[in-house]
């Protein structure tokens, strides 16, 4: 069937803003739930048949790991002098160099990290949960949803941040009200039976926490779902007292509820993992596996291909830049589409138009270090997430660690489309002192508790040039499938060659369809 | 102000029938928050003044925990050979002898375990998370909702559970969908201006997933709440196909959003904690503090108090049931108020009033261990809870050791109401058979992978003759000043002589408490 995700992310977009757009576009719009069943079984293999991979991102190992076992020679080229690619972690001591020359230096306390690409793992993403368990990478939960972190929006609340549970009990508790009346009063427009209409009634009662006259109120009601004023507790004047409602027409104004939205879908909803230690405990998962076929500090130039295979030239960073060529039968290409398209590739006309068809998303991840971990201590918010119409977007608590002493890192923001540009545009020292300053508007602990940060910007980043793909419905109508389509003897591999881009999941699935591809061609059964 | 919660907890009963009515009961119309902000300042006890703590639950260790630190010499008797009260676990090898003659004994495999009594612990449960830090008892997030996991009506759907996810996502659409067009066509009853107008339609929209006709449909767009039915994945024909929708009617009249509204109630909104390897890990943690002023083995008899002190007699079972004396200048009572009120307790009149007027719940957790976690492997489901109208009612699924190879125990049913009275009056192993059978409408695998179980009734514990207590809006009038003042030299602790009841943080709490009122007394300040 035709796609209608574009019109969708549209349509979302109209209803909430470009904050809600983006959003939506870089995980919403994108990715959910995955049919991968086990790994592939690649049988009849010709002895020597040989295969170069390039780039030891996930996607590259993962070809690696399964086409060796299936009996290929395989080798890896990789252009940074680690493994890994996106699927990385920054901690004290790492430093990162980016285009246009800014290096900074990480100077969180030993222990603390910050996952500037992938941080969370939806456990329907069942090709990445399964080679986890293979290759030993232990798991934890990540929360996504906390009810006691805030939902902030500037123009609204007179600015003060709301807790997600007193917004979601209240925009609840309205709605149903608003539907329980119409009902009530048999304004429905469309067939509702009499026995119908007695269920939706009750079940916008309940739903909403509704008093006998369908009015949703401030009381002991709506405090079981939105908190109290006086909690409940012991002694002679232990009963609680109810919490004050917020007003209906700020709460449908603010537009907040997208962020309700956003955690009711399927890419976020429990339970999501996080690996132990940092995400690039997945990588080096990968590397312990294939570690030894893959060759680090390679610039690749020219990927090129005749009758009797493929032939790459690169300049060996190990060796002076020395150019060298490396042949093979075929080739598995991981490489982004935004340095792919500014290399000499040998494919057909409609494979490189596929190439430069796809535009990348940019996009931002700013961790910041506190002396403790105030978000707990003062504000009982373990892990999840906050969400701000402020240009920073996103503020994640760590989903590991919890009631530690000592400093924490949080994610001090995370963005997408023009806050994106604003903040690459910055150094990295000032992408931080922005997070800082916007961040302070929802906790007014930052100046005093911060000790340090990261601001990653990934347009930045020389070996990827973006964050991931952004396909558009027009460009996966006309490339999609030209460019997961083996080409001679190249087939492309990496999130971007997949239904569930800007996930690992993406990357691990699209390898495994290449390498299916590649493997049949070989076999001859292509 | 005068609680309503009891005409609350009736509200929603009618609106959902009686499992619903006492699952809120049991926990939606208990406690939600505490306002603990650190432990009590007892400063200025006189050296020399004794209190005799009856119980070693966590209300009575508490109490002796901070009386010896304020400088009172304390000591502890316990009816059971152990300390922690309601707090506990069940381990392989661990043998549980009720009332009636039944000693069931645990099978379960190294490692695995089931919590009986308490087995989750909200965020804003100050208190106990509180002495959980100070004591060293590490916790790890308890999964509450799990949209992968079921919503279950034997009379709904044709008896087939549906995923949380599902259920969810068209619960949402379509009641969206029908406030949407009575706000489009000026149905509602109240006064919205046209600016409000245009927001509530903004927000049914987007909230409900609807189309450009405001209507809730099969597509793409539904689908990325309550999952595909092909998702995307990667390769020529990686797009998704999207998902059937549930009929509305049978969605309202199966009531399933009952679970839906459970899940968002204060008491279990994220993040929810539990002791790592097990919730008898707190009991052991208050343990190791005040291990050493606990005596074991002591059957309670009389409590008599006069102007010079308290005298308790008991059985001492670890000198054949020599009737003993121990005297104090105060006594801080826990044993729970079915056990009290059969006691010789010298109290006013107006006291044994309350300690009888308190019914208690009866409740019954069954805990079965499977050779493997079929739940994850087959339905990837990741912890959290599956909800069913059958009389089992909740089914939960472990938050810890993931993705781990051998047995696991998940909880098989946990029950409060008739159907706990009916289990009550099973043998253990019929429990644990009727909860094999009833839950194999949900889980296939169940006959296939079954290893052992057992199943605990509270009400024939002898030390709490039932789970906990259940305060009626009549009862908390008359009653429970009076339960929680202290009466002559005597004063009450545990959940029950709180707001917070069938909760650890109630037990605390009212432990606090009390001992406050017995520090002022004792100091000539109350």
Request: charged share 20%; aromatic share 10%.
């Amino acid at each position: 069937m035709e796609p209608t995700r574009r019109q969708l992310l549209t349509r979302i977009g109209v209803a909430a803003g470009s904050v809600a757009m983006y959003q939506a576009m870089t995980t919403l719009g994108h990715a959910a739930g995955t049919d991968f069943t086990g790994p592939p079984a690649l049988a009849g293999a010709r002895p020597g048949t040989t295969v170069l991979v390039l780039g030891a991102g996930l996607s590259g190992m993962l070809a690696a790991y399964e086409l060796r076992r299936a009996g290929y020679s395989v080798r890896v080229l990789e252009f940074q002098n680690r493994s890994g690619g996106r699927n990385i972690s920054l901690r004290g001591g790492d430093s990162l160099t980016e285009l246009g020359g800014y290096t900074q230096k990480c100077e969180f306390s030993p222990g603390n990290y910050i996952n500037p690409g992938p941080w969370r793992i939806p456990y329907h993403h069942r090709a990445i949960l399964h080679y986890c368990k293979a290759f030993g990478v232990a798991l934890e939960p990540f929360i996504e949803v906390n009810h006691n972190a805030y939902l902030h929006d500037p123009r609204s609340f007179g600015g003060k941040p709301q807790r997600y549970r007193e917004y979601l009990g209240d925009f609840t508790g309205y709605t149903a009200e608003l539907l329980a009346k119409a009902i009530n009063q048999n304004k429905l427009d469309q067939p509702v039976t009499a026995d119908e209409k007695a269920e939706l009634l009750k079940a916008m009662r309940m739903w909403g926490l509704l008093d006998g006259n369908y009015s949703y109120k401030k009381g002991l009601e709506a405090s079981l779902r939105r908190g109290y004023d006086k909690p409940p507790t012991a002694g002679i004047n232990g009963a609680p007292t109810p919490s004050d409602l917020l007003a209906r027409d700020e709460i449908m104004k603010s537009g907040l509820y997208q962020y309700l939205l956003f955690n009711m879908s399927d890419d976020v909803q429990t339970t999501m993992f996080q690996p132990v230690g940092g995400m690039d405990m997945i990588g080096k998962g990968f590397a312990r596996q294939v570690g030894d076929l893959i060759t680090h500090n390679i610039k690749v130039t020219n990927i090129h291909q005749d009758t009797s295979g493929v032939t790459v030239t690169y300049a060996d960073q190990n060796h002076g830049g020395a150019v060298t060529q490396a042949k093979a039968d075929y080739c598995v290409c991981t490489i982004p589409l935004p340095v792919l398209s500014q290399l000499d590739v040998q494919v057909s006309n409609e494979m490189k138009e596929a190439i430069d068809a796809v535009p990348y998303a940019s996009s931002i991840k700013i961790g910041l270090e506190f002396k403790r971990r105030f978000w707990e201590e003062d504000e009982a918010i373990y892990g999840g997430i906050t969400f701000t119409n402020l240009p920073i977007s996103v503020m994640s608590y760590p989903s590991t660690g919890y009631f530690s002493k000592g400093p924490a890192v949080m994610l001090g923001g995370y963005m997408f489309g023009p806050a994106a540009y604003d903040f690459a545009g910055m150094t990295p020292q000032e992408r931080v002192q922005e997070a800082l300053k916007q961040g302070a508007q929802i906790h007014k602990q930052y100046p005093a508790e911060f000790s340090n940060g990261v601001g990653v910007a990934w347009s930045r980043m020389p070996w990827t040039l973006g964050c991931c793909s952004m396909w558009s419905e027009q460009a996966r109508r006309a490339h999609y499938k030209t460019l997961v389509t083996m080409d001679g003897r190249i087939v492309l591999a990496g999130e971007h060659a997949s239904y569930v881009g800007c996930w690992q999941e993406g990357a691990l699935l699209s390898s495994l369809a290449a390498i299916t591809q590649l493997h049949q061609r070989a076999v001859g059964a292509g």
